[in-house]
């Protein structure tokens, strides 16, 4: 155990009880839908997350599903189970069932399989020239990169065609997988339908500079995770899966367009996992036109875009709220479609917005060698103030010329700009080069053990910066056994399952929270809690100035 004197990092209490270990979990790839499960929604399904402390999981769920249900699919590393329930059982049996069970030792949830849609919305096919790389200084940033196949941007999406004349060139050999249908091929089943991933995939990597078509925001590498399928829909485990093999691919961007359901805990596992592997997930904040961003927008490891017209005025169909960090355009894209659809069409929504902001990412990490939580930080950093509320935009318009030509960590300010609201040379800018302060991060990690599912432990953070950008908590415990991490700011009491503003349960004890500028008026409170399990694990905070 570290010592706990330590300036920053301090233990506030803790309880210690004697236990046993979890049993241990079972860890392996996804795998494959029992033959006859159906593409896209399925409305009949609940989603069983199981710990890694209770061993097996589709054992664990087996005996507690009734007569007529039965388990469908499994995901080994998300732990999570999907039973099936016949079309005729009556409504109440599904509520009934996720009721017991969640009562049961070792069951971390249960929820619906939502469906979730396509954020787009059709517009005019004969619209004139594409608008988006000049909007966002794609172009310009052309002169300084066009890209980097190195660097691989996944659309979950329905399927692509690969194929296409203006994107072949960027699609990997191994283009991507289908979970809807449950093979190795991501192409369309039905082209003249499902051209949504296509029109995607264009809006971010469309070829640069090859005399053909239209080009995207970077000459990125692509791959296809088909988890819609041609209705544009897709249940909740396809598109969790399909988030999980895009990190396991090594995927740097993963691109959500889709959204409209709520939170789910499958999903959230399935975002978390993968920012906990290093990828950027970029997500559409949807077209419903309210206030308040559509998951998976909203969960605090997504990215949520906004998307603005060619005025870089607030679309109307836009949702907007406190959890959207960037815009980018969205209306009258014109990018791929499908050869059946003519090869090129304009569309509309946070689905195009998201993949131009997907793009101009890709653009970046051609350029600078960021982590994931660095690269999302630059580009809000280099963001354009297009002159919308904070809700709108976030911290504005994505900017590929200032990402690209801006060093990381030095903020996004113009010395040329006699209009810019900072300004570089004064000493009390938090983004002057000169301070010897700014960018600086501070890192720090403790040791300890839990051991039994009614052990816990509370610590504090005191700042290090009065004004941090962000904070990152990180909990990496033994993997026989689950443990949880909840976080409190602004205030002196103790963060626990039932009292916290941030939480991280995963089946897992892989946990990671990251607060962007935290409320620094109290310490940071934070709390390690075993919900089945015992062993020793490290949590380590990073505070960024």
């Known amino acids: 155990m570290s010592d706990d004197s330590t300036q920053r990092f301090n233990r506030r209490s803790f309880l210690k009880a004697t236990g046993v270990a979890g049993a241990a979990a079972a860890l392996g790839g996804v795998t494959a839908a029992t033959p006859g499960r159906d593409p896209g929604p399925k409305e009949n399904e609940i989603l069983v997350g199981v710990s890694a402390g209770a061993g097996d999981i589709e054992g664990k769920v087996t005996s507690h599903v009734p007569g007529n249900a039965e388990v469908v699919h499994k995901n080994e590393k998300l732990r999570y189970v999907a039973v099936k329930f016949p079309e005729q059982a009556p409504e109440t049996a599904q509520e009934n069932f996720i009721e017991a069970i969640t009562k049961k030792d070792g069951i971390k949830y249960a929820e619906v399989n939502e469906t979730l849609e396509a954020q787009y919305t059709p517009s005019d096919p004969d619209f004139g020239d594409q608008y988006a790389p000049q909007q966002v200084g794609s172009d310009q940033a052309w002169d300084t990169t066009l890209g980097d196949s190195d660097v691989t941007i996944a659309v979950v999406d329905t399927g692509a065609q690969y194929d296409h004349p203006d994107l072949e060139a960027n699609f990997k050999s191994n283009p991507g997988q289908d979970f809807a249908d449950g093979d190795d091929d991501p192409y369309p089943d039905a082209p003249n339908d499902e051209y949504h991933g296509t029109h995607v995939a264009g809006c971010a990597a469309a ?118 960090e960037l815009t980018a355009p969205g209306v009258d894209v014109l990018s791929t479609t499908t050869e059946e659809r003519g090869s090129y069409e304009t569309l509309s929504g946070t689905s195009m917005a998201t993949p131009v902001a997907s793009g101009v990412a890709g653009l970046t990490l051609a350029q600078w060698d960021l982590s994931n939580a660095d690269l999302r930080a630059h580009l809000k950093d280099t963001a354009k103030d297009i002159g919308l509320s904070d809700d709108e935009q976030g911290s504005g318009q994505v900017d590929a010329y200032a990402a690209v030509t801006t060093e990381p960590g030095s ?47 509370d610590y504090t953070w005191s700042w290090e910066y009065s004004s941090p950008s962000r904070i990152e908590v990180v909990l990496d415990g033994p993997s026989d056994a689950d443990f949880d991490l909840y976080v409190n700011e602004g205030t002196t009491q103790n963060a626990s399952p039932d009292n916290y503003d941030y939480r991280s349960i995963s089946t897992n004890s892989q946990e990671t929270i990251t607060i962007e500028n935290p409320d620094t008026s109290t310490e940071l409170q934070i709390n390690v809690d075993s919900y089945s399990g015992s062993g020793s694990y490290d949590v380590t905070i990073t505070e960024t100035n």
């Open 411 to 457: 903020g996004g300010d113009d010395p040329d700009d006699p209009d810019d609201p900072d300004d570089p040379d004064d000493p009390d800018d938090p983004d002057d080069p000169d301070d010897p302060d700014d960018g600086d991060e501070t890192s720090e990690t403790l040791s300890d053990s839990l051991s039994s599912y009614y052990d816990y432990d």
């Open 207 to 324: 070829v640069v500079d090859n005399d053909t078509g239209v080009a995207g925001q970077g000459n990125s590498s692509l791959i296809n995770g088909r988890a819609l399928d041609e209705s544009g829909g897709g249940s909740t485990a396809d598109i969790a899966d399909a988030v999980e093999w895009a990190a396991d691919q090594g995927a740097d961007i993963i691109n959500l367009s889709l959204g409209g359901g709520g939170y789910t805990d499958t999903m959230k596992n399935a975002v978390s996992y993968a920012t906990d592997n290093g990828a950027l997930v970029m997500a559409a904040a949807g077209n419903s036109g309210s206030q308040g961003v559509s998951y998976p927008a909203a969960y605090e490891e997504c990215v949520a875009v906004s998307a603005v017209d060619d005025s870089e005025n607030l679309a109307s169909f836009s949702q907007y709220g406190s959890s959207v």
